[in-house]
C-alpha cells in the first residue's frame, strides 16, 4: 500500500467534529434524561420554545435543523407530559402553536441553568482562548457548510 493510500481517520476534521459533539451531547444528555426523562429531542424542542416563546413546528424546524418528524414526537411527548400546549391556528387549521406551561417554563429554566454550568466546564477544561477561537471556527464552519 502506498502512502497516498492511508487514510487517518482519527485525524478527519468531520468524524472529530462529530466525536467531540457526540461526546459532550451524550455527556449532557445524561442530566436531562435523569432529570426530566427527555430524549435529545425534546430538549431541543423544549429549549427553543424557552428561548423564544410561542412557536409553531415549522419555526422550530427552521431554527434548528431537526426533522419534522422528530420534531412532531417531541411535541407529542412533551405534551403528554404537559410541559408544552398545543393550540390550533383559527386561519390555518394545519399549523399548531406551541407553547410552555408552568411545568415546562420551571423545566427550561432548571435545565437552562445546569446547560450554563455545563458549558462554563467545558469552557474551563479549554481555557478562555481555545474557547472563543474554537466558538468562531465553529461558526464560522457551520455558515460555510449549511
Known amino acids: 500500500m502506498a502512502d497516498t ?12 467534529l462529530n466525536q467531540a459533539a457526540e461526546a459532550s ?14 430524549l435529545r429531542n425534546e430538549w431541543r424542542v423544549l429549549f ?16 434548528s435543523g431537526l426533522h419534522k418528524t422528530k420534531i412532531s414526537r417531541a411535541v407529542q411527548r412533551l405534551a403528554e407530559r404537559r410541559f408544552l400546549t398545543r393550540d390550533r391556528d383559527t386561519r390555518d387549521r394545519r399549523t399548531e402553536h406551541l407553547e ?17 454550568e455545563y458549558d462554563a ?7 478562555n482562548e481555545d474557547v472563543a477561537a474554537l ?3 465553529l461558526k464560522r464552519l457551520a455558515q460555510r457548510v449549511s
Do not use: C, N, W
Open 5 to 16: 493510500d492511508i487514510f487517518d481517520l482519527q485525524a478527519f476534521l468531520p468524524y472529530l
Open 25 to 38: 451531547s451524550l455527556d449532557f444528555q445524561s442530566v436531562y434524561k435523569s432529570r426530566y426523562g427527555m
Open 48 to 63: 427553543h420554545l424557552g428561548m423564544y416563546g410561542r412557536l409553531s413546528a415549522s419555526e422550530i424546524r427552521d431554527r
Open 100 to 116: 410552555l406551561t408552568a411545568q415546562g417554563q420551571a423545566a427550561y429554566r432548571d435545565l437552562r441553568k445546569i446547560a450554563q
Open 121 to 127: 466546564a467545558l469552557a474551563d477544561m479549554l481555557g
Open 135 to 137: 466558538r468562531r471556527m
